[in-house]
């Protein structure tokens, strides 16, 4: 009976989080003269009302759920991973360098995009060994490690646009020449999303589910998290486990950067990480660092991203809304948590 | 002449580095009480905003100021309630209010956007130099706080409660209490970046291209980079200055390299800094060096703990009195 009533407990906490999030978004929307139930509408229809629509939102679904998917890993390992965005510039950078290289060769478009996203990953889980390289073994923070390491990434992609790989004539701001159609990835009939992008995504989430709950790695990698120096004495060197976890977090990272070079923007612009990697770190937060609770999370995210697109035209509302409704959501349910445990447990 | 344009440079560099300076002084106060204020980044663009938009409806320069610093103390106490009172993680939360008060800064700065507004007016020097109030401000800022941390017995007390806070707790200090306190003061100072900026230094709001995503993030690694002293989180700030200065100065003697590229030139140089003040605290450096002969240990040794940057012991661990 106590188990059900915790539940219950619990759920109810959840659920006044949630209330006093929309609340305070509300308020903020009273503030700025809009109507409130007029702007959630304009949200939610903005991003399911067509078959088209709902394609733009599993479009930034695939990005998202890649990125938390690999944040998953790191906080598992007890890493706080915001060099996650550089992660995914990187990612896009040795696609686009792939493609380029091999968009001449008389290959198969299909063989061309398959090496273009290995390499994405690739140079995800490098820029993310170089993270857990100075977290490691220079001892340098991985939050301050990582901040930096994205300005770098920042940087490189900014210069390889404007410089080697800019356009014929000048180089500007909307990126790079774009691939030829033979090298964008099939999309569904409507259009939008690629359904490999789609499977992609899935299986990535499927797989860190199953890595960290269901093996000895995982179980390993959970120990470090949450104590390295007793991990350390029963033989699990913490050290190696953390650039581990750095690595596949890069691989995942690298990946959304690859698929959005591959299946969104077909070529390389400044901003190709779009803030998806700052964003997988509020999912997962949110998620409770829980693989498959990131899933619709990640979904009702990508959602309101799309929705808030429309709100400058309808509503002459700032469409940075979707990320204050976000911020709101996350600070709400660990402020709920915070005092479910402070005040309701110990009572 | 050429020190004399050298000398402009750098008086343009010390009031450009102003709201850096206060972003560097408010966080080492704060992370000296044992707290980290990771919201930064969305803290200043918030303060850069509202500081902003109270100026111009008030015509006030003053209050403007003033707001900046209370929207600061403000996203302060949300963190301190966080973590002091609700025990939640400190980073988790600094983290989610860097991006929600980032976003609420452009939501509710739209009407705002691109609005002629009050600018802190700069008074004549000899030599053809300048200086304004922002500057000398910024500049008081950092002795204050090393005159506290470092002369006085409330400071005592304040570097206590980053290192033993069960001591000072013994001792009759209201630890979690001076903590809620230094890291709403710690926020206050660092919420007088967004006004130096709004106000002064990038005078006006211009929303996302307003050009301040990205200063908290840096402050932070800056307050590392001094080794939680406010005299050398400075020299820091400044010297960061001084290379983003010359990203721009050198400009026209590189015109291969894209302006947008130099802009970002200081920061791989900031994580070798990093690197360099933070190799000391790896274990397999001390064990390197325990191999070593014993006067090149040492030397090393020695000059390892001269860069050495140490955080406070209890910084991020949550007391319970």
């Known amino acids: ?347 | 002449m050429c020190g004399e344009n050298m000398l402009i440079g750098l008086a343009g560099v010390l009031a450009a580095t102003a709201p850096l300076i206060f972003a560097v002084v408010g966080e080492t106060i704060t992370e000296r009480a044992g707290v980290i204020n990771l919201s930064l980044n969305g803290l200043i663009l918030l303060s850069a905003m509202g500081s902003f938009a109270v100026a111009v409806t008030t015509d006030s320069l003053v209050l403007g100021f003033l707001a900046g610093a209370g929207i600061g103390a403000a996203v302060a106490l949300v963190v301190a309630f966080c973590s002091i009172t609700l025990r939640q993680s400190q980073v988790a939360v600094g983290f989610v209010l860097a991006l929600l008060c980032r976003d609420l800064s452009y939501f509710l700065g739209n009407p705002f956007m691109n609005r002629p507004g009050p600018v802190v007016p700069s008074f004549r020097l000899p030599h053809a130099l300048s200086i304004d109030t922002v500057t000398v401000l910024s500049l008081a800022a950092i002795v204050l706080a090393w005159v506290w941390f470092f002369k006085t017995r409330p400071g005592l007390v304040l570097r206590g409660l980053g290192e033993q806070p069960a001591a000072a707790y013994v001792r009759g200090v209201p630890v979690n209490r001076l903590r809620y306190l230094y890291t709403m003061l710690g926020g206050a100072v660092v919420g007088l970046a967004g006004p130096a900026y709004s106000l002064s230094v990038k005078a006006g709001w211009r929303g996302t291209i307003s050009g301040l995503d990205g200063i908290g993030w840096i402050a932070l690694a800056i307050v590392i980079f001094g080794g939680w002293n406010p005299v050398r989180a400075a020299l820091g700030a400044y010297l960061f200055g001084i290379l983003q200065w010359l990203g721009v100065a050198l400009q026209p003697a590189l015109p291969g390299v894209p302006s947008q590229v130099l802009q970002v030139a200081p920061f791989p140089v900031m994580i070798l800094t990093l690197l360099f003040v933070s190799i000391g605290n790896a274990e397999w450096v001390a064990r390197t060096i325990s191999r070593l002969p014993l006067r090149g240990r040492r030397f090393l040794t020695r000059a390892l703990r001269s860069l050495e940057a140490r955080p406070p012991a209890s910084l991020g661990v949550p007391f319970e009195g």
């Open chain 1, 1 to 347: 009976m106590t188990g059900f009533k915790q539940k219950f407990v619990d759920a109810a906490v959840q659920a006044g989080a949630l209330a006093l999030a929309v609340a305070f978004t509300s308020a903020l929307l009273k503030a700025a003269g809009a109507s409130p139930l007029e702007t959630y509408r304009q949200l939610i229809s903005g991003s399911v009302d067509s078959f088209a629509e709902f394609a733009y939102v599993l479009r930034g679904w695939v990005p998202l759920i890649l990125a938390t998917a690999g944040v998953l890993i790191t906080f598992t390992a007890g890493l706080w991973n915001i060099g996650v965005e550089g992660q995914i510039m990187l990612g896009a950078v040795f696609t686009t360098w792939a493609l380029r290289l091999l968009q001449g060769a008389d290959l198969p478009p299909a063989v061309v995009l398959a090496a273009g996203i290995a390499a994405g990953m690739i140079g995800g889980a490098l820029w993310a060994a170089l993270a857990g390289a100075l977290k490691t073994y220079g001892g340098v923070h991985e939050i301050f490690g990582g901040l930096g390491l994205n300005f770098v990434a920042t940087a490189i992609s900014l210069w390889l646009i404007f410089g080697p790989w800019k356009r014929p004539g000048i180089g500007s701001m909307s990126g790079t020449e774009p691939f030829p159609e033979t090298l964008w990835m099939t999309e569904l009939a409507s259009g939008h999303v690629s359904p490999w992008a789609l499977g992609l995504a899935v299986a990535g989430i499927g797989v860190v589910a199953l890595l960290v709950r269901n093996t000895g790695f995982g179980l390993r990698l959970k120990a470090v998290g949450k104590n390295p120096c007793s991990s350390h004495r029963l033989g699990i060197p913490p050290a190696r486990y953390m650039m581990w976890a750095f690595i596949l977090c890069g691989l995942f990272a690298g990946a959304a950067g690859a698929l959005q070079v591959t299946s969104v923007y077909h070529r390389l612009i400044p901003s190709i990480s779009s803030g998806y990697g700052f964003l997988g770190l509020l999912v997962a937060m949110l998620a409770a660092y829980r693989a498959l609770w990131a899933i619709p999370i990640a979904l009702f995210f990508a959602a309101i991203n799309v929705g808030s697109i429309q709100l400058p035209i309808m509503l002459q509302l700032d469409s940075s809304l979707s990320g204050v409704l976000q911020g709101a959501l996350v600070l709400f349910v660990l402020m709920a948590e915070g005092a479910r445990r402070r005040w309701m447990r110990s009572s």
